[in-house]
C-alpha cells in the first residue's frame, strides 16, 4: 500500500547559475515568488566579462538575495568571475562540464544552458568541482611561475651552449658547468674579445 511521506524537496531558495564565455556572461537568477509558496521568479540577464559588469551582478544578485552562484566554464574564463564572487562573500560553486553534460534535458545555447545549471542547482543535482582556497591559489600560482621560469632559463642555457658549438667553441670541453663561476668568467672573456687558446 502506498503511503504518503514527509519528505520535502529541497531546493536552494535562491540560487544564480552562470554560463561564462570569454565576453560576456550569461546569469539565470531563480527566487521564490513572494506570496506564491512553490513558485519561482526567474530572471536572465547576459552581462560583459568586464570588471565593472561583474561588480554590477554582484550587487543586483545580493539585492535579489541569492546565496549559492553556481558556474560552468570549460576554459579559464570562470575565474575572474569566482574571485570577484567569492570575495563580495557569495557561496560560489564551479562545476565540472562533463558532470552537468551527462544529465538528461541538456540545452545548447547559453541563455538556455544558464536556465538549466539554475534548476539542477537549485535541486541540489550538481556538486562543485574542488577550487583549493585563496592562500593555496596564490602559492599554486606562484610555484607554477617559478617551474614557468626555470624552464625558460634552461631553454635559454641550451640555446647559448648550442650557439657556442655551431661557433666551434668547445667550452663545454673544458668546463664541467658552462655557467658556473669559472664558465661564466670564460664566457665574460669571449664577450671582451679574448682569443687565447
Not at 560576456?24 to 536572465?44: A, H, K, L, N, Y
Amino acid at each position: 500500500m502506498l503511503e504518503e511521506t514527509q519528505d520535502t524537496e529541497e531546493i536552494i531558495e535562491r540560487v544564480a547559475a552562470l554560463d561564462i564565455g570569454k565576453a560576456e556572461i550569461v546569469c539565470c537568477t531563480r527566487v521564490p515568488r513572494d506570496g506564491s509558496p512553490g513558485r519561482r521568479m526567474q530572471e536572465v540577464v547576459t552581462y560583459p566579462t568586464m570588471t565593472r559588469s561583474l561588480l554590477g551582478m554582484s550587487d543586483h544578485l545580493r539585492c535579489l538575495g541569492v546565496t549559492r552562484m553556481v558556474m560552468e566554464a570549460t576554459s579559464d574564463y570562470w575565474r575572474p568571475a569566482f574571485y570577484l564572487l567569492e570575495a563580495a562573500g557569495f557561496e560560489v560553486w564551479l562545476v565540472n562540464a562533463e558532470d552537468v553534460k551527462h544529465l538528461p534535458g541538456r540545452a545548447k545555447t547559453d541563455k538556455l544552458d544558464a536556465v538549466w545549471l539554475a534548476k539542477i542547482a537549485e535541486r541540489q543535482m550538481i556538486r562543485p568541482s574542488f577550487v583549493p582556497p585563496r592562500e593555496i591559489r596564490a602559492l599554486r600560482d606562484l610555484t607554477r611561475y617559478r617551474t614557468d621560469l626555470v624552464a625558460a632559463r634552461t631553454s635559454e642555457k641550451q640555446r647559448v651552449e648550442k650557439l657556442l658549438e655551431d661557433a666551434q667553441i668547445k667550452l663545454s670541453t673544458v668546463a664541467s658547468d658552462v655557467f658556473g663561476s669559472s664558465g661564466r668568467d670564460m664566457l665574460a672573456a669571449l664577450i671582451a674579445g679574448a682569443r687565447d687558446h
